[in-house]
DNA sequence: ACCGTATCTGAACACATGTTCAAATAGAAC
DNA sequence: GTTCTATTTGAACATGTGTTCAGATACGGT
């Protein structure tokens, strides 16, 4: 016995994907099993090596993918107004994008110490390209004189780790709706800038 | 051979707790084996089994033992002042004691999918019990007309988020000294929060 | 000096791991 | 209907996994 039917790579290259996705987002990377995946698939374990050279490569495209639309959709948002404008525009984007894709989120940053050493500054670089967004607008608002803050790189870090809490606890049909939450974060992230 | 020069469990025991925490911060859980911890520790993978009943054990008792460190050491801080004080009291604490423990802290709050339901739920618990003394002190300072805040909850996270962003990145003999990180950090928790 | 016990070793167990590959087959192209 | 190739199987490989345990040994008490 060999090839199934409806057998195809366009059909078993993404279900491998969200398979991968959902598996190292429940139990983590190290945890889950090339054969769990391909369980997960309906396919045995050496049909994956048609879609992966090795497990390792596995993670690291999911990680760099999720980077990239990150980067490629907060481009996409375009530009305009002041650093007060660009600030709640940028937490509406993080807070939505990132509640709309909770499993690569998650797997984006609980599996960074899981990639290789090359992987790992790739994936690091876009993240670092992300913060410098939110750090371009947090200067610039600094130096208008619209925000009052004593280290930007640190308020980076901040409001973006404030922001990422919201995964840990928001889901959708809960008490607070999306405009709700967002709208708290936005106050305090505000508020916490703002002169 | 068998027992070997200096062997006690007065030295084995702490050691082996020593190396787990490291190696499980390090590379995770899931990714470190016994043989790797009984081989730091300096013996072999048997000998673990006179301390730990299971793997699972070990990293539960850690976890179990860090919150409950936390919870203690939060408490014997004492009380006093209005909701203010006691604000910049905890974000002080908070960043001082997490800083102080940087591996225990990213065991806790990375590995806990990788507790069974049972154990995860008592830690759970415990941090529980650590959040609603901050939603506490929010609900007090928002009672009393000190605070402005919409959501108690959503803020108890999002301070709670801030702070345990400062872990990622400060490192000591940096930039920035402790104090001058703790007031940068309670400079935004204040604002984020006031009226 | 001897004994008893806490402590550790080393080997073993049964099973899981990532990865490779010849052989088998389903679907596309003609 | 035949051929060709992309796709999958199933078995195998070497190594690693958590855990157990009989036997060996060093230390504390007498």
């Known amino acids: 016995m060999a090839r199934t039917q409806g057998s195809h790579s366009d059909i078993t290259g993404p279900r491998i994907r969200e398979a991968a996705i959902r598996l190292f987002a429940r139990h983590g990377y190290a945890a889950v099993s090339m054969r769990q995946i391909a369980k997960d698939v309906g396919v045995q374990a050496g049909a994956l ?9 596995l993670l690291y495209r999911l990680m760099r993918d999720h980077m990239r639309e990150l980067l490629a959709a907060y481009d996409a948002l375009g530009q305009g107004g002041d650093a007060q ?45 992300y913060e410098n967004e939110l750090e371009g607008i ?58």
Do not use: C
Request: proline share 3%; charged share 25%.
């Open 85 to 129: 404008d660009a600030l709640r525009r940028f937490v509406g984007f993080h807070i939505r994008f990132h509640l709309e894709r909770p499993d690569e989120v998650f797997i984006a940053y609980m599996e960074l110490r899981n990639l290789t050493p090359d992987n790992f500054a790739e994936i690091e670089d876009l993240r670092r390209k």
């Open 49 to 57: 090596y048609n879609y992966t050279p090795d497990k390792q490569s």
């Open 138 to 195: 947090l200067h610039q608002g600094q130096q208008s004189g619209l925000f009052s803050i004593a280290d930007t790189k640190i308020a980076t870090l901040a409001v973006i780790a404030m922001l990422n809490g919201v995964m840990t606890w928001y889901r959708s049909g809960g008490r607070l709706s999306l405009d709700e939450v967002e709208q708290a974060y936005w106050d305090m992230v505000r508020r916490s800038v703002t002169a």
